[in-house]
């Protein structure tokens, strides 16, 4: 028997690959799941440190987020809670033994990466749409297009499993993974 997860039908060859719609679903549970546990210490050091302007949520969840994903996907199993919970794991792409924690930290910060792409690139835009005059054009559709052009590469990489043959996504490809069942 082997420490970790090993993928169905890998001992003879051929490994079923995890679907989008399961990838998008654990991601989901583990978003619920990490932003919940950032409430709860938020709740807790505002408890025990009411002076803070702020709730301390939205830091916590920038440690939690990277700290929960890599140590999850780097340990043997390779399976966060939604993962788990829909019966899939990311492995080595090669091995498909584990993955390992430098690796990924890897694939967690190029997805993050695509994602804060998005965020930057959504208020810039809103921006630009609301503040920014330009002239005799309309600040609106410059606004616009910069909102659209941003979301490119975290749509591309979130949707790259639809039509890839192993459906990885491009932070897998760049952290040498895959997202199989198990």
């Known amino acids: 028997m ?13 490994v079923e690959y995890a679907g989008w719609p399961r990838r998008a679903a654990a991601l989901a549970i583990d978003a619920v799941f990490v932003w919940t546990c950032a409430g709860v210490l938020a709740g807790i050091l505002g408890a025990a440190a009411p002076q803070l302007p702020l709730p301390p949520a939205v830091p916590l969840a920038f440690l939690l987020f990277p700290t929960y994903f890599t140590l999850a996907h780097g340990g043997r199993s390779g399976r966060t809670a939604g993962k788990a919970a829909l019966g899939i794991a990311v492995r080595d792409a090669r091995t498909y033994g584990p993955l390992g924690y430098g690796r990924a930290f890897a694939r967690w910060l190029v997805a993050f990466l695509f994602w804060l792409v998005l965020v930057v690139g959504t208020t810039a835009g809103l ?56």
């Open 2 to 14: 082997t420490a970790f997860a090993v993928p169905a039908r890998a001992a003879v060859g051929a």
């Open 127 to 182: 921006a630009v749409a609301l503040v920014v005059d330009l002239g005799d054009r309309p600040s609106g559709a410059a606004g616009l297009a910069l909102v659209l052009l941003s979301a490119v590469p975290a749509l591309a990489d979130s949707l790259s499993p639809l039509w890839h043959d192993r459906r990885r996504a491009w932070h897998d490809r760049a952290a040498g993974s895959i997202v199989v069942r198990v």
